[in-house]
């Protein structure tokens, strides 16, 4: 057996939704989201060049096919954390991408979070109607 790795992963996640992007080398620059292609899978275009950001900004669109599975959460949430699980995968393939995934801001993990419905309230922060008498 050859100790060959076969593909490189990474993980991203944003508010509920969890991404695993798996990147295999020598590829034609397919990318696949839940095993459909992307465009059938992500109807919006900003969401499809999302995912694909990172390949863009490194060069290495051509190089490499994609694999991301994803779940949880909404569409646009599950576009940017496959976009951290890409370039959290291309880092580990190159760390000289490093800077340039940095600076296009791929790299930073989103912290912002569905905020809880506290009681009284209807929702996070709506108070009922306020009457006087």
């Known amino acids: 057996m050859s100790d060959v790795v076969q593909y490189v992963e990474g993980v991203g996640r944003r508010k509920t939704s969890t991404a695993r992007a798996r990147l295999y080398a020598g590829g034609s620059g397919k990318v696949l989201v839940n095993d459909k292609e992307i465009s059938s899978y992500f109807s919006r275009s900003e969401d499809i060049a999302a995912v694909s950001a990172p390949l863009v ?44 995934l940095k600076t296009a801001g791929f790299l930073t993990r989103d912290p ?13 922060r709506k108070a009922p109607t306020y009457t006087k008498r």
């Open 57 to 100: 900004t490194t060069g290495a669109n051509a190089r490499y096919n994609v694999s991301v599975h994803v779940n949880g959460g909404g569409v646009t949430g599950q576009a940017i954390a496959s976009r951290l699980a890409v370039a959290r995968a291309l880092l580990l393939i190159d760390a000289e991408y490093r800077t340039a």
């Open 112 to 124: 912002r979070e569905k905020e809880r419905k506290k009681p009284g309230l209807k929702r996070a």
